[in-house]
Structure formats: structure tokens, C-alpha cells
């Protein structure tokens, strides 16, 4: 984790905050050599949740068809 102290951070805060934004590293940010605050990447959240599974599901085959044939259902 980085280091900063809040003067520093002060001068240097839009800098920071698209740093922080593009790496995802947290950064420390420091008062007389203590720990005041953090400055951390705000977590982005899905609008749904197909979203949310963007990269974690994968379809096979064709997603209209049936899970199970037709050949196996039972007649009621």
C-alpha cells in the first residue's frame, strides 16, 4: 500500500484519485507520520445480474432449447 502524507495529498488529490482509479491500489494517507484516512476504488456495482455474471457463466449450445429432450419428458 502507498504512502502519502495529507499535505501531499492535498496538492496532489485529482492525480491521486485517477491513479487509485486506473490501478486499484489503495493509498494511506498520513498526519504527522499517523494514519488519518484511506483513498480506496470505489466498488462498481451491476445495474442486473446478467451483469453481474458477465465472465463467470457460459452458455453451450442454444439457450432456447429445452434442458431436458423432449424424448424424456412424461406425460402427465
Same mark, same amino acid.
Given at each position: 500500500? /502507498?504512502? @502519502?502524507?495529507?499535505? *501531499?495529498? /492535498?496538492?496532489?488529490? !485529482? +492525480? !491521486?484519485?485517477?491513479? &487509485?482509479? #486506473? #490501478?486499484? *491500489?489503495t493509498i494511506l @494517507?498520513t498526519k504527522r507520520?499517523?494514519? &488519518? +484516512?484511506? !483513498?480506496? $476504488?470505489? %466498488?462498481?456495482?451491476?445495474?442486473? @445480474? =446478467?451483469?453481474? =455474471?458477465?465472465?463467470? &457463466? /457460459? &452458455? %453451450?449450445? %442454444?439457450? #432456447?432449447? $429445452?434442458? @431436458? $429432450? $423432449?424424448?424424456?419428458? /412424461?406425460?402427465?
Amino acid at each position: 500500500m /502507498k504512502q @502519502i502524507s495529507a499535505a *501531499e495529498f /492535498k496538492a496532489r488529490c !485529482l +492525480a !491521486l484519485m485517477d491513479d &487509485v482509479s #486506473t #490501478t486499484g *491500489e489503495t493509498i494511506l @494517507i498520513t498526519k504527522r507520520g499517523k494514519a &488519518v +484516512a484511506q !483513498l480506496a $476504488p470505489a %466498488k462498481q456495482r451491476c445495474r442486473n @445480474i =446478467l451483469g453481474s =455474471l458477465r465472465g463467470k &457463466v /457460459k &452458455v %453451450k449450445g %442454444k439457450i #432456447t432449447d $429445452p434442458a @431436458i $429432450p $423432449p424424448e424424456d419428458w /412424461k406425460q402427465g
